[in-house]
């Protein structure tokens, strides 16, 4: 792997933009035809959402895996990307993407990194993304001490800690399941008793709460901290007809979703449909010739928001790619167990 930091000109034949889970896929499958790549990503170290957002946090759907950490299948796709040595820019946002004369497309970053390439392939997620922040008055300095956090970064930060959990979906769901485990205690605040998270994991928190391992905060919404100094020592709630009550707290972990935006990406004349990127489900093409777009920024009639359809998006758009950067050239397909791994692109 190469990472570079620094401001250069150089083509390729094909530029990544994202290095989550879906991109670095798409940096092996490019490599088994033999196609050199540059990934760009904004964050400073590979794995988008999955590095950011919970990377303790266990996958469940991932073929041949029951189950794996964020962080661990970010360090697979790391090594088997590895052989091909795809040469990272990290911490770079790309700001123009413009067709040259060539038929290719120069790629500039917010560095001043310029690359040129025949194909791109976009992989960035959801677009920058950033929580949603509940309005609560002094947040900010609860939030610098730590004692509003809105992602999981070490389970173990929370031993023997009282936790207040906000929030209704799977993210709130699931780390109340698995903090459980480990906080003093935990109670979840939602202002009703139904959850938008998935069945079994839903059943599971009920089951939680009539043990006495999770307490429920229902109906309720947060309505105030408090605390000196930015150490957090309660969480005010409230009901819909302004019943208060102040939950016991040394973290309140608010998850309320993401705030998403596409960025420049909006600015590339592509198709777009709900700030996603229109594409041809055979092979992940877009409105422009040359660029694909694959994971969950892409998107198709019956497309399933899945880590492995991106994966076969990413396999798609490759096969799609060799035939713009080597037209002509027959590409006989061959099962990876019989071709095996080639050398570095």
């Not at 705030?259 to 422009?288: H, K, V, Y």
Request: overall charge negative; some cysteine; charged content about 20%.
């Amino acid at each position: 792997m190469t990472v570079l930091r620094e401001a250069m000109t150089v083509k390729t034949d094909v530029v990544i933009i994202g290095a989550g889970p879906v991109g670095l896929f798409a940096v092996f499958e490019c490599g088994m035809l033999r196609l050199k790549t540059h990934v760009i990503d904004t964050l400073a170290d590979a794995g988008g959402q999955c590095t950011a957002l919970y990377p303790e946090k266990p996958i469940y759907d991932i073929p041949a895996h029951p189950a794996i950490s964020g962080a661990d299948l970010i360090d697979n796709l790391m090594q088997q990307a590895a052989p091909f040595n795809p040469v990272f820019h990290f911490g770079e946002q790309v700001m123009q993407l413009t067709r040259t004369d060539a038929e290719t497309w120069k790629i500039t970053t917010s560095k001043g990194t310029e690359l040129e390439a025949p194909v791109v392939i976009v992989a960035a997620g959801c677009g920058a993304f950033g929580p949603n922040r509940p309005p609560l008055e002094g947040l900010e300095a609860y939030e610098a001490t730590g004692g509003v956090q809105y992602f999981v970064q070490r389970r173990e930060a929370f031993r023997g800690k009282k936790i207040c959990i906000a929030g209704g979906g799977d993210s709130a769901v699931d780390w109340a399941i698995s903090l459980s485990e480990v906080a003093e205690r935990v109670q979840v605040v939602h202002r009703r008793p139904k959850f938008r998270a998935a069945p079994e994991s839903a059943a599971k928190l009920d089951q939680l709460a009539k043990d006495s391992k999770i307490e429920m905060i229902i109906p309720y919404q947060l309505a105030g901290l408090e605390g000196v100094n930015g150490q957090l020592s309660g969480v005010i709630v409230e009901t819909l007809d302004g019943q208060r009550r102040t939950l016991e707290a040394d973290h309140l972990l608010p998850f309320f979703g993401l705030a998403m935006t596409l960025g420049p990406i909006a600015d590339w004349g592509l198709n777009l449909e709900r700030n996603q990127i229109a594409t041809t489900q055979a092979n992940s093409a877009t409105s422009a010739p040359g660029i694909f777009a694959v994971g969950d920024i892409a998107t198709y009639p019956g497309k399933l928001k899945l880590i492995l359809s991106g994966f076969a998006e990413a396999a798609s758009a490759a096969h799609a790619a060799h035939a713009i950067v080597h037209p002509g050239e027959a590409l006989h397909f061959e099962y990876s167990t019989s071709k095996g791994v080639p050398g570095a692109a």
